[in-house]
């Protein structure tokens, strides 16, 4: 990959990099069933000699928003409420209410909300990244973790039995494969974009929205590498809460050779992983062996200075400052100040296209079949009508028989499925404003290479 980037855990056929990687899940927090529906975490650690490298992702390449004001809301409505411990209420009215969440939504109430353990599952980067080359030239990435075991799910009935059995049943699994040395790996795959085919008008989708995919028909994954848990390289930790419970992934822990794009979400997580473990393990969670760079020998490892090191930059001995590790300037934003990024499809039915094209080309029947069962098993633990019809009206705008599939297996309707249609009308709008919806021509032309400037003497 060294044409792509410089990045120097990329740049050598038969590198080596140790890794620590942890999977989670998050709906209903810490008690969440083992098996229950969930996205999973998938979380990246290396260990490389320019410090830390994190891929913080999922088991879907999608995310349920792409406002970043609205990541907590994710989270919340996914947890326990407040008042009466548990409802799904808040759930199905975040998804109701958010036209572009049901692409991750889909994959959430599919049988992929409870793959058969951590093993048998992929994992996304989600995001689209920038690779950086020697000549500061960039292209656009999007990673891709496929898992070697074959990814593998249950259905709801056996994750309902899985989870009453052994509540356990992902860690264990994982850890006893690694025990006994079964392989557990997974292919290392990225799709790239160059530059100048980031424009979401010739797409079609904006290729910087974390709730879109790019077709793999277009850009193609190309396999760069291998990611390994093995006993004889790597191990299983030996005390869980110092490096496990007090791991640290942060979007913005990120080497040389890699970095953001224009995505806001991203952006955001930038910021918001650090505050988060400052407050959860405090402010020298570095030093704890896990979170130590232990591989870099550079500014970012935990040695001392010592004497004779100047403490500034740039200087004569040695720049700190790193011009060489400096990012490559690119347009983040055309004339327009707003919090409006990324929202090419925001207020318009094209935001559904690719669930639509997940539904209809790529899922089987019996997926479809398994969708409905497991969405409506949820959807009827509602108790308010006006969020089934309106959360319904969201499936309507991706295919009306998704809508009434489910429907038709809610056990008690309060309402007709013609209403549904009725309502589904002004779905794609619902919690959208006018002033953030695309307007005007190169609105929304972002990410592009800056056009730097030739100094003359
Ligand atoms: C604005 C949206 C988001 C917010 C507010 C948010 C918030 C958080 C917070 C506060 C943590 C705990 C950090 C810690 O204490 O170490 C966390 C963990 C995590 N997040 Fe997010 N997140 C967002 C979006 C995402 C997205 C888009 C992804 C995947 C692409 C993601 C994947 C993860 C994973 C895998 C973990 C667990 C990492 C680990 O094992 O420690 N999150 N998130």
Redesign the pocket.
């Known amino acids: 990959m060294s044409e792509l980037t410089k990045a120097d855990l990329y740049n050598e056929v038969g590198k080596r990099t140790p890794i620590f990687m942890?999977?989670?899940a998050a709906f209903l927090g810490k008690e969440s069933p083992d098996q229950g529906p969930s996205p999973r975490?998938?979380?990246i650690k290396h260990y490389t000699k320019d410090g830390n490298y994190d891929i913080?992702?999922?088991n879907w390449p999608i995310?349920f928003?792409r406002d970043?004001m609205?990541?907590?809301d994710?989270?919340q409505s996914q947890q326990r409420n407040p008042e009466k411990s548990l409802d799904y209420n808040a759930t199905f009215d975040f998804l109701a209410n958010v036209p572009e969440s049901n692409h991750a939504a889909m994959m959430l109430f599919s049988n992929h909300g409870h793959p058969k353990g951590w093993r048998k599952m992929n994992g996304?980067?989600?995001?689209t990244f920038k690779w950086v080359n020697k000549e500061s030239q960039f292209v656009y990435v999007k990673y891709h973790f496929i898992c070697d075991q074959g990814s593998e799910q249950l259905t709801w009935e056996e994750a309902k039995k899985k989870y009453g059995e052994d509540p356990d049943f992902s860690n264990r699994d994982l850890w006893e494969a690694i025990e006994k040395g079964e392989p557990v790996s997974w292919t290392a795959k990225v799709q790239v974009m160059k530059p100048e085919q980031a424009d979401a008008a010739k797409l079609g989708f904006d290729p910087f929205d974390?709730t879109k995919i790019w077709p793999r028909m277009k850009f193609p994954m190309q396999d760069f590498g291998r990611l390994v848990l093995e006993k004889n390289l790597e191990k299983n930790p030996k005390d869980y809460h110092p490096y496990v419970e007090q791991?640290?992934?942060s979007p913005s822990s990120m080497v040389s050779g890699i970095e953001e794009s224009t995505d806001m979400?991203l952006q955001?997580?930038m910021f918001?992983?650090r505050d988060?473990?400052y407050h959860?393990l405090g402010v020298n969670f570095h030093q704890i062996q896990v979170n130590c760079p232990f591989m870099s020998s550079g500014s970012a490892s935990m040695g001392f200075g010592g004497s004779g090191n100047t403490h500034y930059a740039s200087n004569s001995s040695v720049n700190k400052f790193r011009p060489d590790t400096a990012e490559v300037p690119y347009e983040v934003s055309d004339n327009i100040v707003s919090r409006q990024s990324h929202y090419f499809t925001e207020g318009t039915h094209k935001e559904y296209d690719q669930a639509r094209e997940l539904y209809d080309r790529v899922m089987s029947d019996e997926a479809r079949a398994a969708l409905h069962d497991n969405t409506a098993a949820l959807l009827k633990l509602v108790e308010y009508p006006n969020i089934q019809i309106r959360y319904l009206a969201q499936c309507y705008c991706i295919n009306h028989k998704y809508a009434q599939a489910i429907y038709d297996l809610l056990p008690e309707r309060a309402f007709d499925f013609g209403r549904v249609g009725e309502v589904a009308e002004d779905a794609p709008s619902f919690g959208k404003e006018r002033k953030f919806m695309p307007f005007g021509k190169n609105h929304r032309l972002v990410g592009n290479p800056a056009t730097i400037p030739t100094y003359q003497k």
């Open positions: 942890r999977f989670s975490g998938f979380a913080v992702g999922l995310f928003c970043p609205q990541g907590p994710v989270f996304y980067g989600c995001h974390v791991s640290a992934f979400l955001a997580r918001l992983y988060a473990q959860r």
